[in-house]
């Protein structure tokens, strides 16, 4: 037997000037509640929206009437009644109830305002209820689904990599092992390695993996899992990247922007500031970055890497996304191509958010000859037998090759306007929290 009423009418369908006049079956949770002089008034909330629900005595019966009564907050409930035009209620309209029956009555719920940081997230379970968390994780759903969408149209074919994996691409220092039947292995840190072994047959190849940094970093914007979009194109050098990068950071932010204004505004985001959001995006190489820098005053010399700081210096008077290309070879990763035009550089790009939002993206070239690809990786300190299976990819049909990662938690953290990274994501894992 279904559960669901086939006339059942959501909160916020409900709740127009349209339905005035209608019967309507709402189910729902209390979101508050107050009753005087034997009318009781209940804001009811669904997925959709909220409505207010007035219930009489008179009509409902004394002993149903004491049950709706007594029933606290996040109680869930079904209610029948007619919508009447109201300018008291929230949006206009009530339903005046001819019955409420409790589904659920809920203890006394525990979160409520002024709560410390700690506390919401040690009940992150039921914090998530608020209508802040809801929107972010709209808005989230709204940029996979857009990025998808993006990609999918390009002619990308979306992949599903490991996240069981024997090669800690990104630096061991950082990967999570474990124990995998006596073999040490890891969690992934980036599918890029998989991706590049896709993209010979398919030559245009995504996934969207979970990924896992095991770093102390208590900052605002790091995770220990986050959830990675990363693309990987044949035939491609930086501009073509760049092109990519800039088309799907954009293409969200329109989505965003049409998809999903009112969530925005809960969230304090203008549509507007998303619709801004057009490719091209400004490219500047590493060393006009610091000599910017430096002339702001940050001690940095070719060779410093970039920080949280002189990102959110070179980015906060932005309105949108400033590529970074060319850093120095020694601040990034092995697989990065070394540039033809400067060796001490490589052909690479971080993509920097707004409004002192900073790194969004990490992406590049790949180096595609064995010797050199050999030497670099065992200048990191792994042992190239480790990296066979991935060597050998420069032995049988190599193609100059390009891609990138994008953490999809770091962009709605932009679009979302959220101090912290983990308020973009529903149970986030921090050097300090595993649980809930
Ligand atoms: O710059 P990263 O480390 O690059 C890679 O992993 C490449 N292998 C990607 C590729 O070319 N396929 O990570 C890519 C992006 C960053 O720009 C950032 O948005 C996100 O992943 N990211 C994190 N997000 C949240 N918490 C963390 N600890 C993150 N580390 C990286
Ligand atoms: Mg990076």
Redesign the pocket.
Known sequence: MSLEIPDRVLAAAANRPETVGKEVHLRGWIHRTRSSGGILFLLVKDASGQIQVTARKDLLGAEAFARAEKALVESAVEVEGTVHADPRAPGGQEVRARRVEVVHAAEVFPIFSGQTEEFLLDHRHLSIRSAEMVATFRVKAEVMRAAREYLDQSGYWEMTPPILTGNA??GGAEAFVLDYFGTPAYLS????LY?EALLFPLEKVYAFTP?F?A?K?RTP????E?T?L???LAWADLEDNLRLQEGLVAHIAQRVAEARAADLRVLGRDPKDLRAIQAPFPRMRYEEAIRILAEKGFPITFGSDLGTAEERALTQDRAGPLFVTHFPKAVK?F?MLESPHDPRTVECA??LAPEGYG??????CRETDLERLTQRLTATGARPEDYAWYLDLRRYGSVPHA?????I???VRWIARREH?RDTTPFPRTPSRVTP
Do not use: K, P, W
Not at 189 to 192: K, R
Not at 403 to 407: E, I, P
């Open positions: 691409a990104e840190q980036t599918a890029q991706l990924s940094r770093e970093s914007r790091h995770l220990t986050f990675h990363e693309a990987e990763a697989y971080d993509l790194e969004i993206i990490g992406g590049s891609g990138f990662g994008l953490g938690e770091r962009v990274i």
